[in-house]
């Protein structure tokens, strides 16, 4: 057969990656529209079969399939559509939305997160299509909204019945190949006092004020240990656990004790590891902190939580990503975990589809200014995503 990877065009992958740069798709506030319409386009004048559909007013996701002569197995190549804002314009040194090619980079907002990896899933496609591979398998090309906010495009691809036997998401990994991300539990947790002037303060609590500072300095150190507990819990692909406090606040003026404190804590979850979990974990560090200090109060808030996600090693999808980067790179793809999270974990957990990250640039270069991609890495993430569809779908 045919190598896909040696028929891919180089300069139209990175025009595409520029043209699609040029489309700002900033969320927030949510502005996918006419980057959604310029891929159904694209994807159509292929012969997909298009799916355009709202998921919000204005925000639309885009499934396109294009049907094989035995519709399975169904592989799905996915990307998002929009991307972070690109910010004050004066700290960047060049405009984020002239899609500029320069010195091997195709420049702007989106171009490693994630448009470039966009390009070369829908330049695969066209090649795959113009160089007439007959695929027994569908090979659906999936754009959501939303990753960079709650991930509702994906969610909604899920409810909506998208299935696929494996997918592969185009985020900027440096075309490694990422097979589990961690997840992320976000609680807000208050302690309660007793308010009142500052020269009445026991160390009892006894018939005078509760300072919540001191009863919150408890727990933040309790949690200082609760870290050590985690860093023994080691993931083999992305390291361990964490928690994190991230902010604190409390307290009026010098000489008042404070009746409330906060903390804004970031779990950061392993595979294996669930949202319920870990909260009741820290949960119960509050239970026992209460249960020797009748003073102390305290009530925990989850803020929002997303579930870590892996696929094994031995997964099909795993071994056809490894197969293609050897072919087109000519080494061996590292294979870890995304430190990022991703919509990997909605299709893992909620989709049951074994997904993996792999995609050009790097995740450095994605949310900041001057952001840019190496152009010969999407024209090798499109060899590479047309070598998959072969392989798969063949
Ligand atoms: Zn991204």
Redesign the pocket.
Known sequence: MKDPSELIRGDEVIHLTSDLVKIPSENPPGEEEEAAEFVAEYLKALGFSIEIYEVLPKRPNVVARLKGSEGRPVLMLNG?LDVVPAGERTAWSFNPYSGAIKDGRVLGRGSA??KGGLAAMLVAAKTLVEQDFRLKGDLVISAVMD??SMGSGASSLVDRGVKADMAVIG??TNLEIQRAHKGTLWLEITTRGVSGHSSRITSSGKDGPVNAVFKMAKLVSTLEDHLKTLEARRNNVVGNPTVNVGRIDGGLKVNMVPDICRIEVDRRLVPGESPEKARAEIESLVKTLSSSDPWFKAEVRVVSQREAAEVAESERVVSACKQAVKAVKGIDAKVGGFTAT?DMSIFVNKGRTPTVILGPGRLEQ?HVVDEYVDASQVVDAAKIYARIAVDVLG
């Open positions: 998002h997160d994630m990753e960079e985020e900027p991703s994605a």
